[in-house]
């Protein structure tokens, strides 16, 4: 069983940026891929970017490419996403998610375990 916990989300203005946490509780942490998530007022949840369980391979959605960047401290129990040139379009609920999965997966149903998200808001 793995707990997540997200935080870090916050109002800020475009340009802006923001680092979100995701503290993952037991000791097995390490051999998760991560995921982070988000989910905009009526859509469908979204594929942010990803990393796998050593670190040393990570990819994104091409909404974020070149400006948000996901690391992770397996000493840490920690997954991070710093998310640099935000836009108003960012604004979302963002989640973390671990996957058993060794590279993790563009795909929410290949996560099994998630996060309670935090909101992300980006004025204009």
């Known amino acids: 069983q793995v707990q997540l916990v997200e935080s870090g989300g916050g109002l800020v203005q475009a340009g802006g940026s923001l680092r979100l946490s995701c503290a993952a509780s037991?000791?097995?942490?390490?051999?998760?891929?991560m995921g982070w998530f988000r989910q905009a007022p009526g859509k469908e949840r979204e594929f942010v970017a990803a990393?796998?369980?050593?670190?040393?391979?990570?990819y994104y959605g091409d909404s974020v490419k070149g400006r948000f960047t996901i690391s992770r401290d397996n000493a840490k129990n920690t997954v991070y996403l710093q998310m640099n040139s935000l836009k108003p379009e960012d604004t979302a609920v963002y989640y973390c998610?671990?996957?058993?999965?060794?590279?993790?997966?563009?795909?929410?149903?290949?996560?099994?375990?998630w996060g309670q998200g935090t909101q992300v808001t980006v004025s204009s």
């Open positions: 037991g000791r097995t942490f390490s051999s998760y891929a």
């Open positions: 998610a671990a996957s058993r999965r060794s590279r993790g997966s563009y795909y929410t149903y290949e996560y099994d375990y």
């Open positions: 990393i796998s369980w050593s670190g040393g391979i990570t």
